[in-house]
């Protein structure tokens, strides 16, 4: 079993900035792409940013030049910097991880638990 472990939410004014990480923890997987998502309430989940094992980034237009995306690959851990933030970018962000385990090294996606970020004066 693979758990994605999300931190670094909270509160923060316009115009500040949050670092988010995401760690995949297990035995017997390894890890492809990344990426972080983000649902607002009444609203579909999206994406924000997505990086492949590799490095190789993608970006939602709304975040670009705001948001970095990066990952530690010998800790199973990716980032999401925040900067610049505005209160559209309030929602709960979950980390998505493509994971390979098992003989056949199938592939399938895994979730984290989410973690709240609220942009607010």
């Known amino acids: 079993q693979v758990q994605l472990v999300e931190s670094g939410g909270g509160l923060v004014q316009p115009g500040g900035s949050l670092r988010l990480s995401c760690a995949a923890s297990g035995s017997g997987f390894s890890v492809d792409a990344m990426g972080w998502y983000r649902q607002a309430p009444g609203k579909q989940r999206e994406l924000v940013a997505t990086?492949?094992?590799?490095?190789?980034?993608n970006y939602a237009d709304s975040v670009k030049g705001r948001f970095i995306i990066s990952r530690d690959n010998a800790k199973n851990t990716v980032l999401l910097q925040m900067n610049s933030l505005e209160p559209d970018d309030t929602a709960v962000y979950s980390c998505n991880a493509y994971v390979r385990s098992g003989v056949a090294l199938s592939v399938r996606t895994y979730w984290g638990q989410g973690t709240q970020v609220t942009v607010s004066s």
């Open positions: 990086i492949t094992r590799g490095g190789d980034t």
